[in-house]
């Protein structure tokens, strides 16, 4: 997109929307432009009439019965099946339950026991922290493990994979810059020197179609309440290969992961198959919050999703440079659409404060330190209108000055 | 209790319990005698307020801001606090996350860390099974690492214990029989080896008053499911005592036990206190129906709690004995109300067919393999006369022998 388009030509793009009927399944705030469905995705009807049915018929009246009679207890393998309708995964390889952080360490010990002989994970230092955070977790348990990242030990992730390497633990899309992986290409170079690969798909799910079966991947995991609008907290998700699947060893070897879990057995005896990634009681409040904001993308085309996604974030793009230009603002994504997830991050010096002024003004963003502002677009409920409702209110901040008010520039404890 | 009350005497006993009021803040189905809350406790109105509100008009209306503006990022200490009161913790020493199972990893790790000098857990071959599997995990990442269980290494657990052990492993109330452990003699003789201590208080919380600090316990993990009524699969909680802050080193290192979690650095670095133990993101809206269920408990006196829970369990006993005992059933519990957690379990070749024939009949305990019928009584919500009923329709199932019809034989996938 080159030309600047003016509100007629805005409108335009909204009635021609295939996907404008899906807004409406959705609880819309009003007055609220919401950017930040990368952070937390918004509510769904469904997912309200759920999360009540669970609460008031399965939890308040059927109480313990419902494990068998609403499902409860296949609720990880329903769910992670419908995610990996999303991801590109064939049934019976994904599983939902306890977190992205938890289930990176359950993947990261899993690859290792799958190349016994070699010691290196590889990731990057622009990772979302956590992944680094879990790895280091991790190697602290293998005794001569080692943890090797792009941007400190080499400058590309490429360079650092060799056939000492066991796992790459890489993020699809970086939640920062929002810029893309080729996750054939990289999965490809990794298998060529013997290594698995662990894709982070927090920021993939929901947001673009990625195909997990077609790209020979080995594991992946990643968060539902983001782009997949599980909810706050909503458990994340695993995908495992089925190759691998009788292979599987990780050490959060919980009870629900057993292969007879109500035989009430003193040893551990893993269950088949992506199972053996469950561990623990899953919370399943949250769970059939997910289930509800999972029926609303069951219609869904990805490729129509991605579509949309491009042309939203393009149209911010070229907005904000038209409007906003002479105010310092730095573009930190790609600028090519197809090397891009569903967001755009711009930096300014004064980046903390300007978010804190839009976010008074209605416009939702995130601040990523130290100098990013970042805006994530939802193709579900995000209209070109709300695009460029959002630019005429930040061209209006930057112009008038208002983020130099000192409310602004008061940290709170969570940005 | 030795004589055998009649209908009049139980009426005059709900009618001077003291905590009879607490029964009306419950949701219970009609026709419904529940004793599994020790599986999975009641809805309260306020836990159901709290998961609206977390709901509709957390995420549903302020969305991101909530971390801050609900308090979302304070709950898993603020909870923590209200859990502590309940088992004897001073303030700052629990935290609530993740699930049993896996703080039991989180605490194992810890508890060996501690002891970097010794290799050995000490567990019971009668824990509830997911310990065990965990204990199995932690042993699988700790090279020279071995697990001894009582009842099948030595008859009791405390010939288990010398100065090889790292840390005992141990369930305070068991899980099928409720028998009792002494809490302060068995921390003491842990002590008195080097060996710190691991309380498993999934079926304590709630259930009866516990000491830990009191009783110098070192940690402790626990669900919030049963007693506590928190919601299907409720965040669970861990317990470590002050004197081992500083030195927490737990290899599930995520985001939140960060101790700068919004600066993004690339390397973990421990926050403060039992902090540590969190990992990643939680699921708030089933921590929010949580927050409800304890606002529930804060004006619970819990020696009242004990002493009812004592006269419930007595009274089923002594009503089972009197009027059910030409059929065949065997006490599995302690006679001695003391040495008792809140349930009482009978066996009976034929417990799974009669569970289910009491269950067809509204009056709702398990069955634990191969022929345990396990009732839990949870004081807050069961009556005296709760406990008459169910006795006599137990004792109509046995009298006609109305278990042996062909449906109540099969089996479903959980029991």
């Given at each position: 997109m080159s030309a600047v388009p003016d509100l007629a030509a805005i409108e335009a793009m909204d009635a021609a929307d295939v996907l404008r009927p899906m807004r409406d399944r959705f609880i819309l705030p009003p007055g609220l432009i919401y950017l930040d469905g990368n952070s937390l995705g918004v509510a769904s009807t469904a997912a309200f009439d759920e999360l009540r049915k669970a609460a008031?018929?399965?939890?308040?009246?059927d109480l313990i019965r419902s494990w068998n009679t609403a499902g409860w207890f296949d609720m990880p393998l329903a769910l992670g099946d419908r995610v990996g309708r999303l991801i590109g995964a064939a049934a019976g390889q994904t599983v939902v339950c306890d977190t992205t952080s938890i289930n990176i360490y359950k993947t990261l010990h899993a690859a290792m026991a799958l190349r016994p002989d070699r010691s290196m994970i590889v990731s990057e230092g622009g990772s979302f922290p956590t992944d680094l955070y879990m790895a280091e977790g991790v190697v602290s348990t293998r005794p001569g493990a080692s943890l090797r990242l792009e941007g400190v030990d080499a400058p590309e992730i490429e360079d650092l994979i060799n056939s000492d390497v066991a796992v790459v633990l890489v993020n699809h899309v970086n939640y920062k810059s929002g810029e893309l992986r080729d996750m054939a290409a990289l999965t490809r170079k990794a298998h060529e020197h013997g290594a698995l690969v662990i894709w982070d798909l927090c920021h993939t799910a929901g947001a673009l179609p990625v195909d997990l079966d077609g790209a020979d991947v080995d594991f992946a995991v990643g968060c539902t309440y983001k782009y997949l609008n599980g909810g706050p907290g909503a458990p994340a998700f695993i995908y495992a290969a089925t190759r691998h699947h009788s292979d599987i060893r990780q050490p959060l070897s919980g009870w629900w992961g057993h292969a007879r879990p109500f035989a009430f057995e003193k040893n551990y005896a893993a269950g088949e198959g992506v199972r053996r990634f469950l561990c623990g009681t899953q919370p399943i409040l949250s769970l059939r919050a997910l289930k509800g904001a999972l029926d609303v993308w069951d219609t869904v085309d990805m490729a129509q999703l991605r579509e949309k996604s491009i042309r939203l974030t393009d149209l911010f793009i070229t907005l904000v440079e038209e409007k906003c230009g002479a105010h310092g603002l730095e573009l930190e994504s790609p600028r090519d659409g197809t090397k891009r997830g569903s967001q755009v991050s711009f930096s300014h010096p004064n980046s903390y404060e300007i978010m804190q002024a839009l976010i008074a003004r209605g416009v939702i963003g995130d601040f990523r330190a130290p100098t990013t502002m970042r805006f994530g677009f939802t193709p579900l409920y995000v209209s070109y209108a709300d695009v460029w409702q959002a630019v005429a209110i930040l061209e209006e901040i930057l112009r008038t000055g208002s983020w130099q008010d000192a409310r602004f520039a008061v940290r709170a404890a969570v940005t």
């Open positions: 008031t018929e399965e939890w308040g009246q």
